[in-house]
């Protein structure tokens, strides 16, 4: 079964450095969305694309944080500098159609942790 | 203002028994509520859709009620077992938008 990669894993970084994650989606999907979860919270939209486009990215931090899928196709989510209150998991997920057309399922990949020092 | 609430204490079961988690919203107009299960350490996944005009939807042991009078939707699993035991989140898709809004989650325990 398809899924959506992430890479990498898991990230430890030290306060005002720079860090980049990134997301291949499920093939033929066109919408892309990085979300942040902090433990013990639901995940938060950061960013989501349809096909190259951002749809919406009216939470995404943008002093600090871009992101791009220049293709369409695979994404990067950047932090630069990283502050001590981005910790948390970022999960990418995927999904054939924007949300209320009929096909939301959305489909998670399996998070970076980021940690910052 | 808009918020999404689920249960944030843990809920404990006895297996075999059926599980009942909730989500309330207040000032969303929903298009679709999904429910979605997290494991530590590792993305949702997606099981259940449900929309503003359905009342109830049943996969296998699942089952998702929607009133939108009451602005709650319900969860059950019946005959719930300990692989069962993870974090329930719902999402709601306000009508006219594009973007889920996630609850909190809720952790389920079932006991053997």
């Known amino acids: 079964e398809a899924e959506v990669a992430q890479s990498p894993r898991y990230k430890i970084t030290e306060k005002s450095q720079a860090v980049a994650f990134w997301c291949d989606p499920i093939?033929?999907?066109?919408?892309l969305y990085w979300y942040r979860q902090i433990l013990g919270q639901g995940p938060e939209l950061l960013v989501q694309?349809?096909?190259?486009?951002?749809?919406?990215d009216s939470q995404l931090p943008k002093d600090r944080f871009s992101a791009e899928r220049l293709k369409g196709v695979d994404s990067t989510l950047k932090i630069q500098p990283a502050e001590l209150g981005d910790s948390a998991m970022y999960l990418c997920?995927?999904?054939?159609?924007?949300?209320?057309?009929?096909?939301?399922?959305?489909?998670f990949g399996p998070g970076t942790r980021l940690t910052v020092l | 203002s808009q918020k999404i609430e689920q249960n944030s204490e843990a809920l404990n079961i006895q297996e075999g028994k059926t599980a009942t988690l909730t989500c309330n919203y207040t000032?969303?107009?929903?298009?679709?509520l999904q429910w979605y299960r997290q494991d530590p350490g590792r993305g949702p996944v997606f099981l259940l859709l449900?929309?503003?005009?359905?009342k109830e939807k049943r996969k296998e042991r699942l089952k998702v009620t929607f009133d939108t009078t009451l602005k709650q939707s319900l969860f059950h699993i019946t005959a719930s077992q300990p692989a069962d035991s993870a974090t329930y989140l719902c999402?709601?898709?306000?009508?006219?938008?594009?973007?889920?809004?996630f609850g909190t989650g809720t952790r389920l325990k079932v006991l053997a």
């Open positions: 093939s033929g999907h066109a919408t």
């Open positions: 694309f349809q096909d190259e486009s951002v749809v919406d």
């Open positions: 997920a995927s999904s054939l159609e924007l949300a209320g057309a009929g096909a939301d399922t959305q489909y």
């Open positions: 999402a709601l898709l306000p009508s006219g938008t594009y973007k889920y809004i």
């Open positions: 000032n969303y107009s929903p298009a679709y």
């Open positions: 449900i929309r503003e005009n359905e």
